[in-house]
């Protein structure tokens, strides 16, 4: 029997002594060991019955050598009586036995492992080892470790096996020295440094991965610095590629920006070109631009969208404003001409709601600001995304719109991720005010998928005992009208006197518009009051007040509320104002009437930091020759009102120092916050109130109402962590103006936790 070799890629032809007419009768693979001979076998395209092709058999050999498994590949023929036989005999590269890596510190020996893609049990392979290293250098660039080196070694293991090492050495970091600018004129050095994040080393970057040289980021800076200069009317401004140099004898890096900021252009003329949709003088009103001041390019990007924006209200959803600018060099000004293509008409096709497993899908129609074969608007549609999260049924809702069955035709495909919205807890939490508490609770916020409410309870602590059947109907008939009832029963012991109270009430509202409503309640309430004999004696204030009277109220309260999330709000306002009338033609033993008088803002700050101001002013007073029944008083201080205080620091007291409450608060909260995460939220606080009265000691406090010169107040700050199973709130609130019997400050802590 003759044999002959071919080497990989070689294609030689066999010896003249071989019949090539032959038909292939035998294909072979020897030499794999771990290799899967069907595998290989797979790529070889060389089949039985086929004559000898050197092309065909190169080709096989390639596409094996390709796999990555070998080393070596080779090609042997025998001739056979009745035709060829093709060998195919591979030289396997070493198996991997084991991977590690030495010399490391910065970086965990596990994040390591994460980088390197050559794993144990496979075969070893010097392109993936080369990506490794490559993989691993990036990783210590972005710490700061610039002249780290990495090198591989391999030992034997026996049975065509190794043991793979990866060394390191990560030598001296290195962070940004200085960042220097040639060229600026109009911006300081430091109004340029404000727009990067590449910034020189300080005391805080040896901590921290801040001061590291990373070429994307600095890409960055540099658009952002000839943002900067846009913003102002430099229009030609440009900036050079960054000179990066490294001084390894100080282990800095040195950053030079040459800036070439051309001249300021100011606005001239700015028109517009009217069509059948909108006016030339309604385009030019969204355009923020005054004619003469610089020129700024974001203002006019977003003057853009406005206009946008205006024939989407329209039905114009695809409308693209076109913008015009002629720069006259000579004269350094900008002329502005702004010209739209409304585009098509676009009406709202079919409404597809998506991911909502339990709610029913009227539940989130009757949210939606658009119904099918309505002319399209953005303002609507952006207007039912926010009331169909304000439900807080979902963890997110994203509308996406689709092209129709025809054009002209949008469908919107609504998906949304459903919450837990039942809950059911029995377990202990703590407050600072109430101390220990046991809690009972069902709360189903999405009964059934209807959209419905139902809460039962009961809440224990040494202050009160609360028992209570709550449910509400936000939109019966799926229209604007809103019903609801609770039954309650509730005790508050306070040190001088407690107070029984046994009633419920229902409540009927209406929306009046997109952002205002309006609701009427009424309540009827069984109170018994019980002075504390065994611990003081009562003065003619409280021995009054002792007995049982049943009150008969009605609350009329008229809302608007503009915030973008009503759980977690970032802009917008929310104002209110209630009025209670119990007794009188209401019938009861209690004639009184309490006036409420609020409102929240939210502004939005830089960097995701939120600004919320708040105010609330309340009043109280008996008619018809009563007094004002004590459970009715007004109260502030805790964790919800004004915090560094408790009720017993703020309004009158009684002969006893205990806290009575007043007839008249006023209240001012100003609050700065930071969402860390979705459930944990960070807030600093002032706040401002006082409790004014008539009755018992008011040294604390005046019988002047509304006396913006008496009022107690307090600074702090404090955190909120939200989930369903333990919210937990904190505050640290310090007193501003301390008395004598006070503390400096009080600690508020909620928190409930389930079993």
Known sequence: MLAFCLLVGAGAPPSAAFDLEKPIKDIRVEGNQRANTNTIRFYIRSKQGDKYSVKETRDDIRRIFNLGYFDDIRLEVEEMADGLALVYVVKEKPFIKSVTVKGNTEIPEKDMLVLINLKKGSFYQQHVVLKDIQRIKKKYLKKGFYFTEIATTSKDAGNNQVDVTYNVQEKQKVKIGRVIFRGNRFFADHKLLDQMESKGANFWTMFTDSGNYQKETLKTDVLRIEALYRDFGFIKARLEDPRVEVDRENAIILITIVIHEGDQYRVGEITAEGDSVHTAEEILAKVQLKKGEPFNQSEFRTSLFDITDLYSNDGYAFANALPDLNEHADTKVVDLHVKVDPGQMVYIGKMNFMGNTKTADNVIRREFRLVEGERFSGEKLNRSRQRVQNTGFFANVDIEQKSGREPGILDLDVNMNEKETGQIKAGLGYSSLENLMIQAQITENNLMGTGRSLSVGAESSTLRQDYYIEFMEPRFKDRDISLGFSIYSRQYDYISYTSKTKGGGFTFGRALGEYTSASLGYRLENVEVAINRSLITPGAFLQAQEGTRTTSSATLAVAKDTRDNTYNPTTGYRTNFAAQLAGGPLGGESDFYKLTLGGSRYYPLPFGFILMGHGEMKYAAPYGGQTLPIFEHLFLGGPTSLRGFNFSDVGPRDTNRESIGGDSSLLFNVEVSYNFT????????????????????????????????????????????????????????????????EGAMEFHFTMGRTF
């Open 678 to 741: 979705k459930t944990f939220e960070g807030v600093v606080f002032y706040d401002r109130g006082q409790v004014y009265g008539h009755e018992g000691d008011l040294t604390k406090t005046t019988s002047d109402r509304y006396d913006l010169s008496n009022m107690r107040h307090s600074v702090g700050w404090g955190l909120r962590l939200t989930t369903p199973m333990m919210p937990i709130w904190l505050a640290w609130g310090f007193k501003l103006d301390r008395q004598p019997d």
